[in-house]
């Protein structure tokens, strides 16, 4: 049954915020894409398969081979395979849009949900044929120069048991004393008996003192940072915010909002539906580059294969469900939540159902709140 | 008093023919038998998929999780009493598949309700998410072997050859039973408008929970067969992935057409098994592959929606295009296989699921209602096509 430990919670809530971020980044794409065209993208994990492939070839002809020891990470490799990831993810969606999904958008939705579910399969099993090559598929985690964790300490370390501690320290220094003069110059594996009691006495004192500074340094609470995932939420933030701009201020997503409320009006206003829609796929494919470069490189250990994107792309649908489809801020604001739901139930002693909780959610989300936490509340009709 | 007489002399047809696939299939070796029966039950999933996605419109890609549902109660059953059961095989696989059939139902149910709120695509990855659901909850399970899976109890050794194909048999009947009376209309109604067929009378609600609690109980039932043919099972066997080779039996069949949907089942179960076998293909000829399916694809939608002649000539443009994209495939794949770097091969059997990707995609693309859409096979049909005109018995289209 699960021990669950309170200690543990804030570090695991704030584990839970920097995945989450790599959800953010791929429900945004959703979100973004269904604002439009009112589609699931299907393929959209899958995007962030490529984009996770494009930046271990990237890395790789960089010389981070498996095997081969550079001495550290670089910048500007980091942001090479950044920019990679993005302009090739943004590529391969606005692709993916031209040629499976723009044929489709006169058919009933669903004819594009079965296209959208074949491209994304294509792309799992095609993926096999070409882009595994029996070498191990991990980006090298000493790309990146930002190794090692911030540390920030919550609570000081309990002062009574410190003073408990302080105290038995010199009563270990005391008898380790005794035992040290009474056994000098004697036989080490033959020593009478009154020796032998005094060594058992000091080595007693020893344990309690190494037990009563184990208690207190367990009494302090820190919470650990990987310096890269908090670089993986900051850029998060930094593109939601990037996003946010784009869609409110400009002109081009002032046209995204209107394609988004009625495509037929949009384009007597005199908005090219097409381009639009294609910026949309090409805007939320790169973000998908970009989680998936950051979820390679900065989460150290991890192996990309072609179902590398399956999960996490369900999930970050899941996220945009539940921050509002359609939302952008609720994307973000889902995708952490996620990321947080998901390292409760692995707190609290189910590892097993890490990956169900996802859809626990999305089905409760559904029953409950369809409009997601931020949409609006609107029951959708056929 | 003709209607009783044509429905016996079918059902002693039906028995027939299960015994004479039985009779032949004894006389091959023990994989072959395994490959008819697993045949078997993907008819009768695609047909009860067909059931929820195609006659009643409401579109799962689940499927695999009342599959499995069906498959681990056996399992477990079996494991629990089949030691101390002492009577015919026959007779417990017919109590396994009863089991299998009312514990999916149950797990139908509960997926049905959500699904009264639900449309479309919302409805499609709900249903997804209640197959991984089922499958992470099992593989949780130490009752249930957790991921190392159960070793099923009764083995069969002789794989239930006439047992999998009456399951089939029966499943396609009820289908086609449910199409031609008038208990089957709400069905289609609901597909149709529900808006509509609620305010004719037809109860939405209760419609879509039976499709649901009905489809899924012959899944449940294929699904304790599957467990007792293979001997073994674990949750990998019902991930997504079988979900959806389902899913792309029934939109290849066409949604809604029984006919349609058994045989894109058989076809689409026997194409991969057979490339298995093949051992090296080429890569170049793969890549010339995807690409004459794409001007193929290109070329059809310009004969679909361009061409305006008699069905003969655009038929004959069909076949053309194909005969010259097959032409082109070869010789791309000849000039690719110049290339050093594409000169090496591929095991045919990583591409069993690409096939399934391409063919619903190009379908989608050039035929999105499917290859029967939504005709069946009836005498009528075959007495057309020999020249005779029959009046259409048809309830609805």
Redesign the interface.
Known sequence: MAAVDLSTLPQQLVTGLLIGAIYALVALGYTMVYGVLK??NFAHGEVFMLGAYVTLFISWSLGYTPGNVLAGGSWGALALMFVGSMVACGLIGALIER??YR??RS?????????A??????L???G??FLLDGRPQNVDPKVSPAQGNFSIPLKPANSQLLAAAKALEANMAATKDAYEKAAEGKDKFNLPDDVKKLRSTSQDAERSYNDAVGKAENSSVSIILPKGQVIMLGTTLLLMAGLTYLVLYTKRGRAMRAVSQDFDAASLMGISVNSIVTFTFILGSSLAGAGAMMAATFQSGTKIDTFFGVLPG?KA??AA?FGGIGNIPGAVLGGLLMGISENLVVWAG?P??K??I???I??AV??FR?GGLLGSNK??K? | MKFWGVRIASILVAILLSFGLEKLGRGTDSFTQQLIVFAGLYVTLAVSLNLINGITGQFSIGHAAFYQVGAYSSAYLGIKFYPQFHGNLFVWLTLMALVGAAMAAVAGLIVGLPSLRLKGDYLAIVTLGFGEIVRIVIQNQKALGESGGLNVAPHTTEQPIMFVALLAVLCIAVCRNLLKTAHGLPFLAVREDEVASSAMGVNVTATKVIAFALGSAFAGAAGAIYANSLGFINPDLFNSTLSISVLSMVVLGGTGSITGSALAAMILFYIPEKMRDLKDVRLALIIGGLLAVGLAVSAIRYVIFNVHKSAAIRAAMHVGIIIGSVVIAEIVAFALGKIPALAGTVEGAKLRLVVSAVVLIVLMLVRPQGVFAHHEFSWSWVQKLMGKKAPSTEVAA
């Open positions: 589609l699931i040629l499976a044929p489709m058919q009933p939705r669903i004819s594009s949900l079965i296209t579910i074949g491209v994304s399969l294509l799992q099993y095609g096999q044929i369900l649908f899941v469900v189910y097993g159902y990956d169900a996802a859809f626990v999305l089905i559904l029953m369809p029951v959708e056929v």
